[in-house]
T-cell receptor, first 115, second 113 residues
């Protein structure tokens, strides 16, 4: 079946602009995670959804970052007033929580470059 | 606090050599899960294995094997008879059920022919 998909694959924007990054999880996966990976580092947690609600948003760096998952499937990560330090690969993962498994399956990521 | 340490930043081997990637973790939880992921040059993280804290049995899958030792808080990964296609960044990770993964910084493995 289809894996996790993310769009766009690359996004170049200017400092101060607003961006939206989209994640389509694996069908039927109730849990969805956003991570950010900087060059040479492991992924760092941003926010986790169980269904439609954010179960844990403790990883969001500040209030410029926001994410939604209105129907419990697709999620959008929104970044306002982008800064050069926001440049990274943003990864989405989904997981079939509640079925005895908690492996997280990752999408290909969106590479965000803020000029 | 939970933490994962991968002390080896980069490893270079020649094809057919065996290689072990080290992973040491810290957690106060009695129930937790450990993972290994592979990130090839294409960038997509590929799930390799999950172990829970109550199962210390070593596991072998083809050329891959994993050694989980709670006494030393380690979950090491060995590739036997390495191949060029094994070249990638390998991440060890830790979580509790349903929570976010805590990743190490990764070990870059380069296998030359």
């Amino acid at each position: 079946g289809a894996g996790v998909s993310q769009t766009p694959s690359n996004k170049v924007t200017e400092k101060g602009k607003y961006v939206e990054l989209r994640c389509d999880p694996i069908s039927g996966h109730t849990a969805l995670y956003w991570y950010r990976q900087s060059l040479g580092q492991g992924p760092e947690f941003l926010i986790y959804f169980q269904g439609t609600g954010a179960a844990d948003d403790s990883g969001l760096p500040n209030d410029r970052f926001f994410a939604v998952r209105p129907e419990g499937s697709v999620s959008t990560l929104k970044i306002q007033r982008t800064e050069r330090g926001d440049s990274a690969v943003y990864l989405c993962a989904s997981s079939p929580i509640g079925q005895g498994h908690n492996e997280q399956f990752f999408g290909p990521g969106t590479r965000l470059t803020v000029l | 606090a939970q933490k994962v340490t991968q002390a080896q930043t980069e490893i270079s081997v020649v094809e057919k050599e065996d290689v072990t990637l080290d992973c040491v973790y810290e957690t106060r939880d009695t129930t937790y899960y450990l993972f290994w992921y592979k990130q090839p040059p294409s960038g997509e993280l590929v799930f390799l294995i999950r172990r829970n804290s109550f199962d210390e049995q070593n596991e072998i899958s083809g050329r891959y094997s994993w050694n989980f030792q709670k006494s030393t808080s380690s979950f090491n990964f060995t590739i036997t008879a390495s191949q060029v296609v094994d070249s990638a960044v390998y991440f060890c990770a830790l979580n509790q059920a349903g929570t976010a993964l805590i990743f190490g910084k990764g070990t870059t493995l380069s296998v030359s022919s």
